[in-house]
T-cell receptor
Framework: GNSVTQMEGPVTLSEEAFLTINCTYT??????LFWYVQYPGEGLQLLLK?????DKGSNKGFEATYRKETTSFHLEKGSVQVSDSAVYFCALSDTDKLIFGTGTRLQVFP | GAGVSQTPSNKVTEKGKYVELRCDPI?????LYWYRQSLGQGPEFLIY????????DSGLPNDRFFAVRPEGSVSTLKIQRTERGDSAVYLCASSLTGTRGSGELFFGEGSRLTVL
């Protein structure tokens, strides 16, 4: 079945460092791909998405490109802030539901 | 505006008891989802409603789990004869059209269930 694999965390960075969180997927067909974020004490919220190959999703300085040839959707940010500390989930659409990865915790220190 | 509301936020129960978890979706959202999130894991799909009907219940782990949405708004997840392995955070999400549209699900903060 369809699935998502994320790099394990935690990822620990200093403020202004470059961030990459890897995500690969297995799917039949052409799913849409998503990154959701869960800040401490809050519900999951959509960070960005891409609906077809080579699309780039972006929001709040984060970017991810839908790479069909490598079945990947890696999350990147050029300069992280302490406020980016959260758990990040990669997900894909499977008919009418989302399938999530296990999540990657990001900790950013000043 | 009001987001997805889940009650209770915390529930502690004993093995074998019956539990109900409630979800109040965003007004006007026809799609409603239940997910379960165990410690250190991602959300695991349980069931999806489109209106009043369960369009996909393939994620319910066994017949102890049941969910209803009788008027197409509020939904209740019901767990019978709870087991310690049911301990998790139960997440509810709603969407205007489901993942076939924008794909954006709006999540509540979850109901943390602990079975002793």
């Amino acid at each position: 079945g369809n699935s998502v694999t994320q790099m394990e965390g935690p990822v620990t960075l200093s403020e202004e460092a470059f961030l990459t969180i890897n995500c690969t997927y297995t799917a039949t067909g052409y799913p849409s791909l998503f990154w959701y974020v869960q800040y401490p004490g809050e519900g999951l919220q959509l960070l960005l998405k891409a609906t077809k190959a080579d699309d780039k999703g972006s929001n709040k300085g984060f970017e991810a490109t839908y790479r069909k040839e490598t079945t990947s959707f890696h999350l990147e940010k050029g300069s992280v802030q302490v406020s980016d500390s959260a758990v990040y989930f990669c997900a894909l659409s499977d008919t009418d539901k989302l399938i999530f990865g296990t999540g990657t915790r990001l900790q950013v220190f000043p | 505006g009001a987001g997805v509301s889940q009650t209770p936020s915390n529930k502690v129960t004993e093995k074998g008891k019956y539990v109900e978890l409630r979800c109040d979706p965003i007004s006007g959202h026809t799609a409603l989802y239940w997910y379960r999130q165990s410690l250190g894991q991602g959300p695991e799909f349980l069931i999806y409603f489109q209106g009043t009907g369960a369009a996909d219940d393939s994620g319910l782990p066994n017949d102890r789990f049941f969910a209803v949405r009788p008027e197409g708004s509020v939904s209740t997840l019901k767990i019978q004869r709870t087991e310690r392995g049911d301990s998790a955070v139960y997440l509810c999400a709603s969407s205007l059209t489901g993942t076939r549209g924008s794909g954006e699900l709006f999540f509540g903060e979850g109901s943390r269930l602990t079975v002793l």
